[in-house]
C-alpha cells in the first residue's frame, strides 16, 4: 500500500514537471516561429512598398519559401494586405494596393498603371 | 529501526527530490539551448521600431486608413499630424504595425520638457503610467519592468531639437 501511494506521488511529480517543460518548449517553438515569420513578412513587405514606389514598369521576381525554418506556414493575400499564418503564430502585414496574391515559390512583382501586380 | 516491505520513505523523498532537481536542470538547459535571450531581441525591435519613426513612414503621407509603416517626419522635422494621427491608432494596431510582441511607450521631449502635443506619450498607457492632459499636467513614469529597452533619438521641431524617447519592454 505504502509503495503504491509513493509511486503514485512519483508519478505525479512526473507528469507535471512534463507538462512544465512541455509548456516551456512550445513557448519557444512559438517564438522561434515569430521570429521566422517575422523575417519572411518584412523582407516580402520590404520587397512590395519598394516596389510601389520605384518607376511604371518595374518588375521584380521573388523566391517565397516552402517552410521558415522548417515551420509549415500559410500565406494569405487581399488587396491590402497580406497574412502569414503558423498555427500558433499570425502576423498580418499591410501593403501597397495589390492585385493578385503571393505564393510560395516565385513571384513575379509589376508595377504597372500605379497598382502592383503579383503573378 | 522499522521498515515496511522494500520501501524506505526518506531514501523514497531524497530520491523523488534528485529526479526532479534533475529534469529541472534538464527542463532549462534545454529551454536556455532553445531561446534566444529577450534583451537582445527587445534592444533589437526599440532600434527598428525607432527607426521607423524617424522617417516619414509609408507612404508618406499616411493617415491612419493608408499606413503600412508608421513615421513622424516630414521634411526632415516632425510632423505634428502624424503625431496626433499615430494616437488614433488603437494600441494593438499600433504594436501589429511595428511587428513587436513587446510593449511600448513613446514621448517627445525638449530642453523644457516633455512636449504635450495634446497628448502626453503614445502607446501602452497602464504599464509605465503617464498622465495625459496640459501643460504641466504631463508627466512620464518609465515602466518598472524586468526587461526594458529605452532609446533615445534626435528631430527638428520649430527649428529646434526634440528628443523622441521610447520605451520597449516585456
Given amino acids: ?119 | 529501526m522499522h521498515k515496511t516491505a522494500q520501501t524506505w520513505t526518506l531514501d523514497f523523498i531524497v530520491s523523488v527530490a534528485l529526479f526532479m532537481l534533475t529534469l529541472l536542470l534538464v527542463a532549462r538547459l534545454l529551454t536556455n539551448t532553445l531561446e534566444e535571450p529577450t534583451f537582445p531581441r527587445m534592444s533589437r525591435d526599440a532600434m527598428v521600431i525607432s527607426s521607423h519613426l524617424m522617417s516619414e513612414g509609408i507612404p508618406s503621407n499616411w493617415t491612419n486608413d493608408t499606413v503600412i509603416i508608421p513615421g513622424l517626419l516630414s521634411n526632415g522635422q516632425l510632423n505634428t499630424t502624424k503625431w496626433a494621427q499615430l494616437h488614433d491608432l488603437p494600441y494593438d494596431t499600433l504594436k501589429d504595425l511595428f511587428h513587436t510582441p513587446y510593449d511600448i511607450a513613446l514621448y517627445l521631449q525638449n530642453a523644457s520638457g516633455i512636449i504635450n502635443l495634446s497628448v502626453c506619450a503614445l502607446g501602452h498607457e497602464t504599464g509605465y503610467g503617464y498622465q495625459t492632459g496640459y501643460g504641466d499636467a504631463c508627466a512620464i513614469y518609465p515602466p518598472e519592468a524586468r526587461n526594458l529597452a529605452s532609446v533615445t533619438r534626435l528631430m527638428v521641431y520649430h527649428n529646434a531639437l526634440v528628443e523622441l524617447h521610447l520605451y520597449v519592454w516585456q
Fill in chain 1, 1 to 119: 500500500m505504502e509503495f503504491i501511494l509513493l509511486f503514485g506521488f512519483s508519478m505525479l511529480v512526473v507528469i507535471m514537471l512534463m507538462g512544465v517543460t512541455s509548456s516551456l518548449i512550445q513557448d519557444t517553438i512559438t517564438d522561434r516561429q515569430f521570429l521566422a515569420l517575422r523575417d519572411l513578412g518584412d523582407r516580402l513587405q520590404g520587397e512590395l512598398t519598394l516596389a510601389a514606389g520605384v518607376h511604371e514598369g518595374y518588375t521584380r521576381s521573388i523566391t517565397v519559401p516552402d517552410t521558415v525554418e522548417g515551420y509549415d506556414y500559410t500565406i494569405n493575400t487581399t488587396t491590402s494586405q497580406f497574412t502569414l499564418l503558423t498555427q500558433q503564430v499570425q502576423l498580418v502585414y499591410r501593403t501597397p494596393p495589390l492585385n493578385g496574391s503571393l505564393h510560395k515559390g516565385t513571384t513575379i512583382i509589376t508595377l504597372h498603371g500605379g497598382l502592383l501586380s503579383l503573378s
